[in-house]
C-alpha cells in the first residue's frame, strides 16, 4: 500500500456570512488513527462534509495524496479511496442486508457495468466474511429497513469494510448506543483502523479515551489544541472551552 | 439474475401472478381471432374491444417505461406524456409520407396541411421519414435525446422530488403550446391523420388492426422482460437505493447522475415506442396528446396498479383506463372526478396500489 496523507491547510468555509470553519489545518498521516472533538457547532461535520466533497471550501487547500479534493464530487472522492460513516446510519432499507454490501463491494460502477454484474465466488465470501465480522449472517435476507439501530449502524461500518477505503471518516459512532453495542462498535472500528487511516468524530471523551489515538480538539472552526488524550485534557483553552469560563 | 434471488424460492403470490400474467397475455393473444367468428357467437369479441385494448396495451407500456423511471430511480415525471407524443408524432411523420399523392390536394410529396399552409417544399426535418427504419429509429431517438439532455441539465444540477416534476410538467406544456403552432410544420391543433398505410397494408382493414395489435402486444412483452432484467441485476438495485437515499450512494462512489439518466433514457424510449404504436391504431395524433393531464393519468395508473411493481404498472393502465372506458359512457361527467378521488384513495389507503392489496391477501 503506497499510503497517502490527508492534508487541510487554511480551509475557510462560509455560509451566509457564518464561518462554519476559520483557516483550519489538520494532517493525518498513512495509517494513523485521529479523534476529533469538540463543542456542538465547532465545524467538526462541516469538516467531514469537505474532505468528502459535499461541501465546497470558501478558501483553503484540501488534498488526498496527490489529489485536490476541491475539484472533485461525492462520488469520485469514495473511489479515491475515502469512505464516510455518517452520525444517522444511512442504510438502504429497501434492499436486503446482503445487497447493501454487495452494492459497496469495490466494482465498476458504471450502469453497462452493474446491469452486466455477476456477484463472483471470490465477492461472495468477502460478502459472507463481512456478515460474520459485523454480527449479521443471521440477517443476510432481510431488508435492512427492519434491522435496530445498532445493527443498522454495523451494516454501515460493514459496508465501509467492504468498499476498503484507504482514509475512513467515522462521525459519531456511538451515539445512541447501548454500552454493549458500544463495545461491539469500538472493537468493529479498531479492526479497521489496523489496515486504514481513520478519522473519528466523537463527543464521547470516555470513548475517545479507550481509542488511545492523538486528539484533535476543534472550536468555532479552527483548531484549539492537539495532542494526546492527557495532554488536550490539561490544556486551559480546552478546559475553558468545554467547562465554560 | 441476481445470486440472492436465487436463494429465496418464488412465493405462491409470485407463482400466482406470473400465471395470472402468461394467462392474460394469452388472453389478449385471442382476441383478434376470436373477433372472427360471426357476432351472434358467444365467444365473439367486438371490433371496438379489439381496438380499444390495443390501445390500452400501449399505455401498458408507458406505464411500464414511467415505473422505471419513478418506481424504481425514483424519478416522478409528470411529462412522460410528452416522449409518449414524440414517439407517436415521428410515428405519424413516417404515415404521412406514405400518403404520397392520394392525399387531398395530391401534391405528390407535400402533406396536405403543407399544401394548405402554402409551403413550397418538405422542410429538412421532414426528410427520410419516407423510410421506415429511420423513422423507427427516430421514434426511439427523438424522446432518448430529449431526456438526456433534460436529464443531464436536472441531474447534474441534483435537481430532485418536486422541482423535478414540475420541469418534467412545464416541457409537455411547452411543447404543446409548441406542436399547436402551425410554423412548427407539424399540421398545428389539427395534427396528423387520414394515414392510409403502413409496411405496404392498407390501415383500414382487419388484418392491419389485428397485425398492429400484436405487434403491441409482442412490445409490451419485450418490454416487460426488458425491466424485468434491467431491475433484478445490480443496476436495478443502485437505482433503488438511488431513489431510498441518493446521497448515500454517491458516497459509495457510485455516479448517480450517470445512472438517474442511463434509467430516464431508457424510459423515454420506452414511452416513444409505445406513442408510434398507439398512432397507427387511433388513426390520428395531434398536440392534445401532450396536455399535462394525459401525463398525469399516466401516474395514476402506475400508482394504482402499485409502484416498484411491473406488474402492478401494467394492471394499473388496464383497470384504470377499462375504468375509464365504462365510466366516460356509462356517466361521462364523473370521469375526472374519480380519477382525482381515484388517487387520493390510493395514496391514503394503498400505497402499495392493487398489488399491495393482492400481497396482503397472499399473506
Given at each position: 500500500m503506497k499510503g497517502r496523507r490527508l492534508y487541510l491547510d487554511g480551509v475557510s468555509v462560509v455560509f451566509d456570512g457564518f464561518r462554519a470553519l476559520n483557516n483550519l489545518a489538520l494532517v493525518v498521516e498513512p495509517g494513523e488513527m485521529r479523534a476529533v472533538i469538540g463543542p456542538n457547532g465547532a465545524g467538526k461535520t462541516t469538516m467531514m462534509d469537505v474532505i468528502t466533497g459535499k461541501t465546497r471550501p470558501t478558501a483553503g487547500i484540501a488534498t488526498f495524496g496527490d489529489s485536490d479534493l476541491t475539484r472533485m464530487d461525492e462520488a469520485a472522492i469514495a473511489n479515491l479511496g475515502i469512505g464516510r460513516k455518517f452520525q444517522k446510519p444511512t442504510v438502504f432499507d429497501a434492499l436486503t442486508v446482503f445487497e447493501n454490501l454487495e452494492l459497496a463491494l469495490k466494482a465498476p460502477r458504471g450502469p453497462i457495468a452493474c446491469l452486466r454484474w455477476i456477484l463472483s465466488g471470490e465477492g461472495r465470501t468477502r460478502v459472507e466474511e463481512v456478515m460474520t465480522e459485523t454480527g449479521l449472517t443471521d440477517r443476510a435476507q432481510d431488508p435492512a429497513g427492519i434491522l435496530s439501530h445498532g445493527q443498522r449502524q454495523w451494516l454501515e461500518i460493514g459496508m465501509l469494510m467492504m468498499q476498503d477505503p484507504e482514509l475512513l471518516l467515522v462521525d459519531?459512532?456511538?451515539?445512541?448506543?447501548t454500552d454493549a453495542e458500544t463495545e461491539h462498535t469500538a472493537a468493529l472500528l479498531a479492526r479497521i483502523a489496523g489496515k486504514h487511516s481513520v478519522v473519528v468524530v466523537e463527543h464521547d471523551l470516555e470513548f475517545v479515551r479507550a481509542l488511545g489515538c492523538r486528539v484533535t480538539v476543534l472550536h468555532e472552526g479552527s483548531v484549539l489544541s492537539e495532542g494526546s488524550i492527557d495532554h488536550v485534557q490539561n490544556d486551559p483553552r480546552v478546559v475553558e472551552v468545554y467547562l465554560g469560563r | 439474475m441476481s445470486a440472492t434471488a436465487l436463494d429465496t424460492p418464488p412465493s405462491r403470490l409470485r407463482l400466482g401472478l406470473r400465471a395470472g400474467m402468461i394467462g392474460a397475455v394469452c388472453l389478449l393473444a385471442a382476441f383478434p381471432v376470436l373477433n372472427q367468428l360471426p357476432e351472434t357467437h358467444a365467444l365473439h369479441v367486438s371490433d371496438f374491444l379489439v381496438s380499444v385494448s390495443g390501445k390500452w396495451i400501449c399505455y401498458a407500456i408507458l406505464a411500464l417505461s414511467l415505473d422505471l423511471a419513478w418506481g424504481y430511480a425514483g424519478i416522478l415525471s409528470l411529462g412522460h406524456g410528452a416522449f409518449f407524443a414524440l414517439g407517436g408524432y415521428a410515428m405519424g411523420m413516417h404515415l404521412m409520407r406514405l400518403i404520397g399523392p392520394r392525399g387531398v390536394y395530391g401534391h405528390p410529396v407535400l402533406p396536405d396541411f403543407m399544401v394548405f399552409l402554402g409551403y413550397r417544399e418538405l422542410p429538412w426535418y421532414w426528410l427520410g421519414f419516407d423510410n421506415v427504419a429511420f423513422a423507427m429509429l427516430m421514434v426511439l431517438l427523438v424522446p432518448g435525446v430529449l431526456a438526456l439532455v433534460l436529464g443531464w441539465l436536472c441531474f447534474r444540477s441534483r435537481i430532485t422530488g418536486v422541482y423535478l416534476s414540475i420541469i418534467t410538467q412545464a416541457m409537455t406544456y411547452a411543447l404543446m403550446l409548441a406542436f399547436f403552432r402551425n410554423d412548427m410544420g407539424f399540421g398545428g391543433n389539427n395534427g396528423f391523420t387520414d394515414f392510409k398505410e403502413l409496411l405496404g397494408m392498407p390501415l383500414n382493414t382487419g388484418a392491419a388492426r389485428a397485425a398492429l395489435f400484436y405487434a403491441s402486444l409482442v412490445s409490451l412483452v419485450v418490454c416487460y422482460l426488458l425491466c424485468r432484467w434491467m431491475t433484478a441485476t445490480k443496476y436495478g438495485r443502485v437505482l433503488t437505493a438511488i431513489r431510498d437515499a441518493e446521497s448515500r450512494v454517491r458516497f459509495l462512489g457510485y455516479d448517480v447522475t450517470r445512472h438517474k439518466l442511463f434509467a430516464f433514457v431508457a424510459s423515454a424510449m420506452m414511452a416513444g415506442l409505445a406513442g408510434a404504436l398507439y398512432v397507427p391504431q387511433v388513426g390520428i395524433i395531434n398536440p392534445g396528446e401532450f396536455s399535462p393531464g394525459n401525463s398525469i393519468e399516466a401516474v395514476v395508473w402506475v400508482a394504482v396498479g402499485g409502484r416498484g411493481t411491473l406488474v402492478g404498472a401494467v394492471l394499473g393502465a388496464f383497470s384504470v383506463n377499462g375504468l375509464k372506458t365504462w365510466l366516460t359512457s356509462a356517466a361521462p361527467d364523473l370521469w375526472l372526478f374519480v380519477l382525482g378521488g381515484l388517487f387520493v384513495a390510493v395514496t391514503l389507503f394503498l400505497p402499495k396500489g392493487l398489488i399491495g392489496l393482492l400481497q396482503g391477501r397472499g399473506k
Open positions: 459519531e459512532p456511538v451515539a445512541g448506543m | -
